[in-house]
C-alpha cells in the first residue's frame, strides 16, 4: 500500500510561491488503480513524482509498507524500485518512470 499523508508542494520563485497542492491524502491499496486527471498545470506529474520518490515534499510524507520514503537511505530505494509502479502521461509523450513495479 502507498500513502500520501499531509503531502504539500510549493514551489518558491524569487518573487513568489505556487501552491500546487497542500495537505494532500490518498491511500492506494494492494491491487488498486488510480486515474490521475485534471486540467494543465493542477499537478498531476508533480503528484506522481512524490509517489515515485523523485521529487520532494514541502511538507508531509509518502509511505511504502508503513515506512515514510524519504527517511530512507540509498539501500531501500532497489526494494522500492522493483515493487512499485509509477506512470505518468502528459499529452503525447509518455514519461515512464524507471521504478516500475506493481504495488504491493
Known amino acids: 500500500m502507498i500513502q500520501a499523508r499531509n503531502l504539500?508542494?510549493?514551489?518558491?520563485?524569487?518573487?513568489?510561491e505556487v501552491t500546487v497542492f497542500d495537505n494532500l491524502n490518498l491511500e492506494i491499496r494492494?491491487?488498486?488503480?488510480?486515474?490521475?486527471?485534471?486540467?494543465?498545470?493542477?499537478?498531476?506529474?508533480?503528484l506522481l513524482h512524490l509517489l515515485g520518490g523523485l521529487d520532494t515534499p514541502t511538507r508531509g510524507e509518502v509511505l511504502f509498507k508503513n515506512q515514510n520514503i524519504f527517511d530512507w537511505g540509498h539501500r531501500n530505494w532497489p526494494d522500492f524500485g522493483t515493487s512499485t509502479s509509477v506512470l505518468s502521461f502528459s499529452s503525447i509523450t509518455f514519461c515512464l518512470n524507471l521504478r516500475l513495479l506493481k504495488i504491493q
Open 8 to 16: 504539500s508542494k510549493i514551489y518558491k520563485t524569487p518573487g513568489s
Open 30 to 46: 494492494k491491487g488498486g488503480l488510480v486515474a490521475v486527471i485534471g486540467p494543465s498545470g493542477a499537478g498531476k506529474s508533480t
